[in-house]
């Protein structure tokens, strides 16, 4: 007892470590945590996989085992105590019972039988040498089948625990006729002892299934790789669904299936979501996950090297890679993952700051309205990867989205995973389209334009009198120079200026001067770009100006998206994916058939009550006795009004 | 548990006890008359199982008898008030200050609070008035918990009718359902051991959780009525939360317990509180009620998680700590009922009982990570 309470508390203190450290994590995520000492140690202990590790496999078995043997020992004792009457007590033994007393009382037998069978008693009678008879009864004695029950169950669950278990793919392993693996193989590639047969009782694994495609076998996590399990029948998924509430939360994922069975060839077709798995020759199908399955894409590819070239289409998939040439560079265009529904929170921050009454209101209704849950529309996440394998990540956004009231294309860039993205917002004009902008861009990019700009932008200083004619070339000079800055380095570069070249105390005024003469100068360059591109000149207001800032802001943060080349999304053509879990489990029904026997046992063992009256029924009086198989206030109760009820009995008689 | 003395059961019922049976009986009919054709096979017998099931409740515990109706007919005023229109509750006086879910949940708030002062000082007093005035509050706290409950589950279909759904299903509500249950169980043990003096520990872990409630509904507006994501759309949910929280109550009314039991021993209130060998039975009678329940739980969790997650049990965190929970319970129990323990030793493993209870509760959502995330703080 003592030793399997201390295994006990192993397996407790096992479990408790397996909740704390995340399990089945790809390896090199451990090795990267723990550095390399600790994570071959760990790696020896088993403790990435801490519920499927050997030693917490033979302290289970070793318990089942010592629980087997407990009932064995015990239950004959146990069993002939819950048929006997305890009818060989001997009047000593009565008496020195806690409840016990000599009633002045006499009781007819045949009455006293009847009066303890009336109340549900098992009585048996037993006559004495001495003339007496004594009426042993009792109540309640399924309660020692409780124990029973109770500890057969845990048997019982343990037992289907390793039936689902993976203890012979363990020995497998160990035998080295099974082996796990590590490398990215296409699935026919994948060699015979890392596959399962399709007779295998017990699995659970998963696979990633496109619409329109098929799988008819599945991975499962094995250690540091996996292993293939061979299914009886081909799983083809037809379409798959997610549905969501008004609020952006999603309210349904479901896969419509086509199963073939493997030998007969018939087919069948079914719908799964969550919480209603489909089973099929004893594996059951779960809606696991989704995503993208791979969907045809249509790009257009600005070169930002060349901005005044229209955009070349550009087709691709997502999910895939394939590579890129721009500028007579070559790159690999690594994309992501197509999302169509993006649902972001657009509440304005800082709107938490609340009264205590406003509390008080928001926490009457049950419904907030003033969250701005918002679906933004679809994106796509791609990498670019350069000759020397450096890479940046983009995530582009299809759909023009608003904010203050006007409208942008919105694309984020990091080159690191860990970071957040940074979102560059590219204005949108009349047309909707970043035509407008690329032109700006291109414009701000030409050199050979700057001469004109700056006569433009100085001409109407001197016009609007802003700055004296002695002042004029010192002032054409400078917007020839803060632009090619601009355009070189964006605001970070004047900055970057200012900070080596100009004094503190003066920085401020020198970068108030150059912001006004770049906001100045903007309105030309967009006038010689529509020029240069046979266009009309735009109208001077308030809403093209704000393009025109937007547009310098968009500038300066490419140079952070640091690519050669802008992809905007035109289309696509959504094919999704559903992850299946499929899992095979014969023990299944023996773990309930357990947990039934457990539930009974636990009943019976705390909501029976053993109890045990001995009636002595002698010449001059009568000795009761009671037990119960707890000592409590119910016995106590018992006990006088049965003393109460034998007298009263007596006394009708 | 049945005396041996005893009549059987039918000639023990009295005139109320048939009239409480005909009243719910009644009320399952109307509701069956009146929505019979929107229900499948599954909720036809749900709907005649849980009339049996409060049936049995009212005849086991006569306050019951009262308590439920009341519950019910307040809730029934609140949707009668809503008349299908969600925005009423804004515009009704009744709803605003009283009967919508979320002011019902306010008043059970305050009401608890009052509750747990009035005890403490009828306690510390030996004022009997004092205590049952703290019962009868917790008794009203416990109604608007209730009816606050049923009318949430109104609301929520008034949102939207996919919207509808079970008010058990994220750390809000549960948090009520705990303040209820735990509050209701210990008004069972009251009076039946006549210790009353207990509720002032009992109410502490009672406004605890009150704390939590307010703190998440005015920090966090966690009250906001959430439709149910898919992997929650499952009538294992139904059964398979209540009856955890049956468990999680019983474990803290245990603990509290044996928090007053300790002082006891200790000559600390000795004078003001039970004797603590009712105490001592009173916690080995919560604990065995919370043991079942909290296995009754466990194994509906596995049958859900059998159709959810794929497989009955994954040694997910919430998985292994509600084992961890249960071999503690066990061995609890194992103590006393094999090695005969009392006393001193099981109070204070009761008070431990409850750290591992509540990580598993709630720890387990905040530190870590697994399927089982239902609320996030």
Redesign the interface.
Known sequence: MRFAIGLLTILAIASIIGTVLKQNEPYPNYAFEFGQFWFVAFEKLGLYDVYHSSWFLLILAFLVLSTTLCIIRNGPTFLREMKSFRERATDNSLRAMRHSQQLDLTLDEARAMRLLQGHGLRVKRVPRDDGSVLLAAKKGSVNKLGYFFAHIAMVVICIGGLMDGNLPLKLGELTGSIKPETRELPQAQIPEQSRLGAGNLSFRGSVTVPEGKSADVIFMNSGNGYLVQELPFIVTLKKFHVDYYSNGMPKLFASDLIITDKGSGKTSEHTIKVNHPLVVDGVAIYQASFGDGGSPLQLKAWNLQAPQAAPTDIKGNSLGAQPLKVNGRDYQLEFGELRVFNVENTDAPGSDDKSLEQRLNDARSVRQDTKALKNIGPSISFKLRDQHGQAREYQHYMAPMQQDGEWYQVAGVRSDVAQPFQYLRIPLDKDMSIASFMRLYAALKNPALYDEIRERTTAKAMQGQAISPAMQQQFSDSVRWVLSRFAQGGFGALEQFLDDKVPADKRQAIAQTYIKILQGAVVDVMDVAQAKAGLAPWPQDAKHYRFLLDSLVSVSALQDYAAPVYLEMSGFEQVQSSGLQMTRSPGKNVVYLGSLLLVIGIILMFYVREVRVWLLLQRDGTRLAMTSNRHNRDLDQDFERMVDYLNKQAGEA | ??????QPLYKRLAAGDWLYALLIVVAAGYSFSLYGSALDYYEQLILAGSSIALVALGWFWPSWRWFFPLAGAVSLLAIQLYDHN?AR??ESFGL?YLL????SF?WMCTLFFLATVLYWAGTLSRAGLLMRMGSGLTWAAAVFALAGLFT?WY??YL??P??GRIPVSNLYEVFILFCLITALMYLYYEAKFAVRQVGAFVLLVISAAVGFILWY??DR?A?????L???L??WWMKIHVPANFVGYGAFAMSAMIGVAQLLIRRGILASRLPSAE?LD?VMYKAI?VG??FF??AT?LG??WA????????S?D?KE??A??VW?NYA?WLHMR?VKGWRGEPLAWWAVVGLLVTSFAFIG?NMF???LHSYGAL
């Open positions: 548990m049945e005396m041996v003395l005893q969600l509750a804004a605003k919508s879910s979320q002011s306010m949430r609301e929520s949102i939207a996919d919207v509904t005015f507006q009250h906001e009525i959430q439709p994501i898919p992997a759309q499952s009712v039975e065995a043991f079942l296995t009754i194994i596995a049958m059998a159709d959810a997650w794929g497989g009955y049990w040694w965190p292994t700590w084992l961890i071999l061995a009922l387990v870590l990570s697994g």
